[in-house]
């Protein structure tokens, strides 16, 4: 089967569990916390490469306030479908000493890759560290992190669209979709 085959046969069997309405919505949510909580702080915002990207994207034209930009890239799923070790691809260029620093993050699963995220940057010095998932998935387990600005919690299923792949694809939906169980 070719990739764009197998890729259009995921999407075809997966489910819809929001629509892009309700996409949409949770990220103008988020905005609006978001600028009351560091709009008047002049904050460095770090969008983790790549599943933050359509959020992200999504997001910055909403936030009505002066702020710095600039990517982290931290993975433990490459094109896998579940998490493994941790690997720091891109550390962030713009000095983190005093700041205040918003990191944005597509998924909060297990929540390693996320507070191991947190800790090095304040480990650098930052003044604050706050972060800010599109979505939180409700696995019933305890995680090392919980974030201080959620967009949607999502079902304890493998998810994908709206910056979040499946064996790589179909970050670029407006919506989010789940394997079939």
Known sequence: ???LAEAQALLDGAELICTAAEVDAAVQRLAMEITAA??????LLLSVMGGAVVFTGNLLPRLAFPLDFDYLHV????????GGELRWISEPRAP???RTVLVLDDILDEGI???AIRQHILSKGAGRCLTAVFSDKSTGRSKPIAPDFTGLVLPDRYVFGY????RGAWRNLPAI?????
């Open 1 to 3: 089967m070719s990739r």
């Open 38 to 43: 560091v709009g008047d702080s002049y904050p």
């Open 75 to 82: 993975t433990r799923y490459g094109d896998e479908t579940s």
């Open 96 to 98: 983190l000493a005093g």
């Open 113 to 115: 890759t996320l507070a």
């Open 163 to 166: 910056g979040m792949d499946v």
């Open 177 to 181: 979709y789940a394997l079939k169980e």
